[in-house]
């Protein structure tokens, strides 16, 4: 059974910042892609940010500029950097690692960390 296991959540004022982790475990095969959804009340779950096994790195607009991710594939294990944050980032936290096979993507999650930034 593939885990997830992210960490780092909290209560922040607007304008601070959080560092959220997410290590995996229990997978033998190679991740493709590891990144950071999220989730508000009463929406969708959305991209925050992503990165390739090859480094390269995607972010929704609304973070670029104060959200930075990275990672250690080898470890697998990713983090997300948050700066200048505001109170429209308060959500549900989910890492994500993607396994491409033959062009179909199996996703795995983790439980998710509450970030909640107060104004």
């Known amino acids: 059974q593939v885990q997830l296991v992210e960490s780092g959540g909290g209560l922040v004022q607007a304008g601070g910042s959080l560092r959220l982790s997410c290590a995996a475990s229990?997978?033998?095969?190679?991740?493709?892609?590891m990144g950071w959804y999220r989730q508000a009340p009463g929406k969708q779950r959305e991209l925050v940010a992503t990165i390739t096994s090859g480094g390269r790195t995607n972010y929704a607009d609304s973070v670029k500029g104060r959200f930075t991710i990275s990672g250690d594939n080898a470890k697998k294990r990713v983090f997300l950097q948050m700066n200048s944050l505001k109170p429209e980032d308060t959500a549900v936290y989910y890492c994500?690692?993607?396994?491409?096979?033959?062009?179909?993507?199996?996703?795995?999650w983790g439980q998710g960390t509450q970030v909640t930034v107060s104004s």
């Open positions: 229990r997978i033998i095969f190679s991740i493709n892609a």
């Open positions: 994500n690692a993607r396994r491409v096979v033959v062009e179909t993507e199996f996703d795995y």
